[in-house]
Structure formats: C-alpha cells, structure tokens
C-alpha cells in the first residue's frame, strides 16, 4: 500500500508569499530531489494556494470558517510505510531527515504548519 505524507505549510511571518515560493521551489524542492533516492521517496509534488475569491466562496458555502488559507501544500508519496521507515533510518536517513527538517524551518513556521500521514482511495 502507498503511502503519502501532506504537509500543510504555513511560511514564516518575516517572509512575503513571493519569498516563501521562491525558496520553496528553488532552494528546497532541489534538496528532496538530491535526498530523494536515500529517503526512498517516489513522488513530490509543491501546490500554492491562489489568492482568489473563490477560496472563501468555496468555505462560506459550506459553513466553513473562512481564514487566511495556507501558503501551499507539500505531496510527498512512497511506496509503503517500510520504505520510509528505511529511508530515514540509518546514519544516511538520519543526515536526510536533519537536513530537510532544517531547511523546512528556514521557510516554514512550524507551529501554525500541519502535517499527516494518508492511504489513497483513488475514485476518479
């Protein structure tokens, strides 16, 4: 069974939206594809939020509270659990694992980000 973790990413309040993306796609999107054989991970894949109206015409018609929404969306897929317990295991997972929370925390205000693990039930 594939697994995939969301990581919902909220940036750091000294940085604009245009600086958060930048690094976001430049410095650390090139980091998980250079770590991306150790740490077993098959798929990646960065969503930015779009500041339209529809974001809060989606929310009110639902009876959702309407908030400032996220700045973006990290995919990340793997293969199975075990994968990405090996893959962050070891001195080499270990070193992956130091350096990507790092440079996440260089961009991303971790106390207001959320992130999880999901299965996938494709429907459509």
Same mark, same amino acid.
């Given at each position: 069974? $594939? ?12 940085? @604009?939206?245009? /600086? ?8 650390? !999107? ?16 960065? $969503?930015?939020?779009? @500041?339209?109206?529809?974001? =809060?015409?989606? #929310?009110? =018609?639902?009876?959702?509270?309407? /908030?400032?929404?996220? +700045? ?7 293969? @199975?659990? /075990?994968?990405?317990? =090996?893959?962050? @295991?070891?001195? +080499?997972?270990? /070193?992956? !694992? ?9 961009? #991303? ?9 999901? !299965? ?5």
């Amino acid at each position: 069974m $594939s697994v995939k973790l969301i990581f919902v990413a909220r940036r750091r309040p000294e940085l @604009s939206r245009e /600086e958060f993306q930048h690094y976001w796609e430049n410095q650390h !999107a090139p980091l998980v594809k250079a770590l991306a054989e150790t740490i077993r991970i098959r798929k990646y894949v960065q $969503s930015y939020t779009l @500041s339209v109206p529809e974001n =809060a015409a989606f #929310c009110e =018609a639902r009876g959702i509270p309407v /908030e400032a929404p996220p +700045d973006g969306v990290a995919e990340a897929w793997w293969d @199975s659990l /075990e994968d990405v317990r =090996a893959g962050f @295991s070891g001195p +080499d997972g270990e /070193e992956a !694992a130091r350096r990507l929370i790092e440079d996440e925390g260089k961009f #991303c205000d971790f106390a207001t980000s959320r992130a999880f693990w999901t !299965a996938q039930r494709p429907i459509i």
